[in-house]
């Protein structure tokens, strides 16, 4: 989770029926679990369903009601502590306790974020409806307030959604019956069938660099992160045309490529040894071949699909045994900001990579890069870092709300900003609307767990 920016406030009477949308979004990603599944917790790294579930309730709750709503009372006090990311010791990784809670079961969790709704819906009425009689002064700046806080559980309730289909993966992956999240969806079909058509051939395409501009520009919602908007120098660069495959990652392998340090970064040598990795994280090697657990359980490894859920480390010694490299962020926003955002997000519901088009994409206007936006988080070589002149996104210091803004969204970006890297363009497991040129998502190295993949980058010759 990152924060927002300041840049919009969209009046609360229109701001239910999307909330709505997305509460009902996150239900229908919960549908096809057992109980069972929604308890259990993983890894460290991941949390129970039922926790994301009773955690956005929870956001909306603490930052949103206890300030807005008359006469509030938590639904239940414990609450506030169990499904609270928010720790003022600094700590904001998942709590690796959070699958030793049984209880309350995912119905009473269901019966809690209910009664949230219901809750939100007044409150959000009533604000709508104050708004249009023409508040002044500090009850509108507190209206405004409401609102923007709204805008940004609702992003916050996105990310998580992305993280109950990544953390689910994960938890399902473990059992021997290779259980099936989603294999009655027709995407998956085909693809239990045959391999996807062969990808058109991997190209570089050339962009000239200079002095270019990065951050957001706009006027909807934005993340802090992403600003201010700065100019930086590149050198003339190239991007690949396309995603790595699951077949070229594969000759990587097959060429010794675990085996060889001169690949690797010290640290990402001693990560590989340390953890026996020797492949990617969701590869089963069977009868000589391999096969690749998905949502839709396991399945043959397309060999004409990206390659998924590669760490940083691994995308970088891959790069370099191909002879090239990793794009800095600012290459890969600079060349981005040239491309419309279409791609494969989770508005298909495929929950998995497409392949990329057969033929060569149309150059067009520019350079055109194939998969550049959905299908995978693409590993830059840039720090998570603020940008030149970053601030932490706050409202007026004299409108009392204001620690509330802080509490929501202060334990994010600026704590986050060491040891991680930048990934950029985001995933099969995200809707489209959350992404754009110059949104930011940071992983540490080590991370695999998020569907993340390689796109090249490399010099060009002067």
Known sequence: MI???????????????????????????????????CCVQSMPETSPVKWHLGHVAWFFETFVLQHYEQGFKPYHPAFCAMFSSYNKSGQTHPDPKRGLFTRPSLSETRDYCRNVDERMAQVLNQGGQAGQAGQQGKEAARDKMLGMLTVLGMHHEQQHQELILADIKHLLSQSPLNVSYARSRPAWTAARVAPSPAPHALEWRRFEGGLVEIGYDGDGFSYDNESPRH?????????????VTNGEYLEFMNAGGYKDPSFWLSEGWDWMKAHEQRH??????????????????????????????????????????????????????????????????????????????TARPDAGAGPRLDQLYGDAWEWTQSSYSPYPGYNPAKPNENEPMSVVWDEAVGEYNSRSMVNQYVLRGGSCLIPRERIRASFRNFLPASTCWQLSGIRLARNVAM
């Open 3 to 37: 924060t927002s920016s300041m840049t919009s406030s969209p009046r609360t009477s229109s701001l239910f029926d999307k909330y709505s949308a997305i509460r009902g979004r996150t239900l229908g990603l919960i549908e096809p679990l057992l109980d069972e599944d």
């Open 280 to 357: 990617p994280l969701y590869w089963r090697g069977e009868d000589g071949g391999w096969r690749e657990f998905t949502l839709a359980g396991l399945i043959p490894l397309d060999p004409n699909l990206p390659v998924i859920h590669i760490s940083l480390f691994e995308a970088d010694a891959y790069a370099r045994w191909a002879g090239a490299r990793l794009p800095s962020e600012a290459e890969w926003e600079h060349a981005a900001s040239q491309q419309e955002i279409d791609g494969c997000f989770a508005d298909n519901d495929r929950f998995h990579p497409c392949p990329a088009a």
């Open 231 to 243: 100019r930086q120098f590149l050198e003339p660069y190239q991007l690949a045309s396309r995603l």
